[in-house]
């Protein structure tokens, strides 16, 4: 498993949606995945709350509706490493270790 990464947003208020956005900052830099992996709120706790049950889906499915196909493996391991906080993770840990043994 990878070591644990520090877990930075950046959440903003959309005009054109009239709600507040929140996006994951991966090497410094918003990463969207084109729109898959970004949560929106009527507040920001609520915008942060969406994005993280977004990337525990992510992590547990490897897909999502807006995403053209899977999610490379280290994409889900990087997004675990930031979800990761212990015991209570262990079915996303065996989600992994379940795409890790048929090849990502």
Known sequence: MAE??????????SQ??????A???RDGKP???NGALV????TREAALTDLLGIARHL???????????LLPLADR???FSLLDSGPSDDEMYAALRTAREAGG
């Open 59 to 69: 992590v547990m499915h490897g897909e999502n509706f807006l995403l053209p196909g």
């Open 39 to 42: 949560g929106m709120g009527s």
């Open 4 to 13: 644990r990464a520090d877990l930075t947003v950046s959440v903003g208020w």
């Open 31 to 33: 990463w969207y995945l």
């Open 16 to 21: 054109d949606d009239l709600s507040f956005a």
């Open 77 to 79: 391991e990087w997004l």
């Open 23 to 25: 996006v994951l900052l």
